[in-house]
């Protein structure tokens, strides 16, 4: 079965608000995570390290804070898209280890 | 950088076997040889990883190269489900704290009746 699992599925959000995405680690404590984006047609490119307790670690481009990311907890990770726009439209993906959630599609209308 | 490289697309026909090569001339002694594959719209699966050994699971199998710069993963007996794209990607062995993984374009799959 799924060892992490991701929250929502997918989301349709309106220009200017924020959507909270839930990524749980469901049989294991998990002190780091990972969050991934994809657009179509493309592969999956690291937007960011979670680590629990502290400050996540960004990669280079990515907007820390557009991209919201709390580890407040060794089993739950949470990304947070602020002011969302448009352009934000895509799949978001987090992992535990070699595990990967389902992926949570955001569209920004 | 992924490290590795794979075709970008192939063909199998449903109920033969698919082969997809990677080649990762620049692994290092302790990366591993890892693969996933990603159907439409979901999060990627893990299949298999190996070192330097040939490596079998329900999934598929691992065939490694002796120098290592080169592996072919084998589903045996392709279905249409199979169809996705497959990643291969290189790294240390994963840890309770590490887990980034560098992904390509990977191989797009795809199973024909």
């Known amino acids: 079965g799924a060892v992490v699992s991701q929250h929502p599925s997918w989301v349709i959000c309106k220009s200017g608000t924020s959507v909270k995405i839930e990524c749980r680690s469901l049989d294991f404590q998990a002190t780091t995570m990972f969050w991934y984006r994809q657009f179509p047609k493309q592969s999956l490119m690291l937007m960011a390290t979670?680590?629990?307790?502290?400050?996540?670690?960004?990669e280079q481009g990515v907007e820390k804070d557009k991209f919201l990311i709390n580890h407040a907890s060794l089993t739950l990770s949470t990304l947070t898209v602020t002011s969302a726009h448009p352009e934000d439209s895509s799949f978001y993906i987090c992992s535990r280890e070699a595990f990967f959630g389902q992926g949570t599609r955001l569209t920004v209308v | 950088d992924a490290k590795t490289t794979q075709p970008t697309s192939m063909d199998c026909a449903e109920g033969r076997a698919a082969n997809l090569p990677c080649n990762h001339s620049?692994?290092?002694?302790?990366?591993?040889v890892y693969w996933y594959r990603q159907i439409h719209s979901q999060g990627p699966q893990y299949i298999i990883h190996g070192l330097k050994n040939n490596e079998t699971n329900e999934m598929a199998s691992l065939i490694i190269t002796e120098d290592r710069k080169s592996s072919t993963l084998i589903l045996p007996h392709a279905t249409l489900r199979d169809t996705a794209v497959y990643y291969c990607?290189?790294?240390?062995?994963?840890?309770?704290?590490?887990?980034?993984?560098?992904f390509g374009q990977g191989t797009t799959l795809q199973v024909k009746p």
């Open positions: 620049t692994i290092s002694g302790n990366e591993y």
């Open positions: 990607i290189v790294r240390v062995e994963f840890t309770s704290n590490t887990g980034k993984l560098i």
């Open positions: 979670s680590n629990e307790g502290s400050k996540a670690t960004y």
